[in-house]
């Protein structure tokens, strides 16, 4: 199966700060998602990027499929943006969305 | 809204004891998916319907089944629970080609007694 590492496995910050979650993937893919798993479990999605780049307020996210990695940004943070956030990726004809490890964030006030 | 429906959001279950937790979808997506998430873990799919055809992980427990009646509705059967099946199970959503991916439900977080 294709393989999907997250870094880094843990992340704090301090309020207002910015940074960059990472995946890499071992093949190539025709879908590509973030999601952040709130506190109850629910995974929201943030981002549909199988390629390009997008925006959605303080959030940004960056894939390079010619590269196979994928980069999110998270600017200004805020303690709401703490959870697990995680990539997953389907490859073409499998119909079968694999997860990575996932970024646990710590935002501290 | 459209979206992905699971319940209930909690489940108790006696050990041994059968358990279906149920999915339902309001987007008319083909194919519908079940996933395991324990703790601190990454959601592990179990198995996945693409319309009425069924795809069983290779690593899924025999103890775990699923049904899909109809294009709305997924259940997932627990025949006989034991206690490493407590876990959040995730129902999510896709069609593929149309550029949506997928959609989640809010999960049933399952504990075995």
């Known amino acids: 199966g294709i393989q999907v590492e997250q870094s880094p496995p843990d992340l704090i910050l301090q309020e207002g700060a910015n940074s960059t979650l990472r995946c890499n993937f071992s093949?190539?893919?025709?879908?590509l998602q973030w999601f952040h798993q709130n506190p109850w479990g629910q995974l929201i999605n943030l981002f549909y990027?199988?390629?390009g780049t997008k925006q959605n307020g303080r959030l940004s996210a960056t894939t390079v499929a010619t590269e196979r990695y994928s980069l999110l940004y998270i600017s200004s943070s805020q303690t709401t943006d703490s959870g697990v956030y995680f990539c997953?990726?389907?490859?073409?004809?499998?119909?079968?969305?694999?997860f990575g490890s996932g970024t646990k964030l710590n935002v501290k006030p | 809204d459209a979206m992905v429906i699971q319940n209930p959001r909690y489940q108790v279950t006696q050990f041994g004891k059968p358990v279906t937790l149920s999915c339902s979808q309001t987007?008319?997506?083909?194919?519908m998916y079940w996933y395991q998430q324990k703790s601190s873990q990454a959601p592990k799919l179990l198995f996945h319907?693409?319309?009425?055809?069924?795809?069983n992980e290779a690593d899924t427990p025999d103890n775990f089944q699923s049904r899909r009646p109809n294009t709305s509705f997924c259940f997932l059967d627990i025949r006989s629970p034991g206690l490493g099946d407590a876990a959040m199970y995730l129902c999510?959503?896709?069609?593929?080609?149309?550029?949506?991916?997928?959609?989640f439900g809010s999960g049933t977080r399952l504990t075995v007694v």
């Open positions: 999510a959503t896709s069609s593929p080609g149309t550029g949506y991916g997928y959609t």
């Open positions: 093949d190539s893919v025709n879908n």
């Open positions: 990027i199988p390629s």
């Open positions: 997953a990726v389907e490859r073409y004809n499998f119909n079968k969305f694999y």
């Open positions: 987007l008319n997506h083909n194919v």
């Open positions: 319907y693409y319309d009425k055809d069924f795809n």
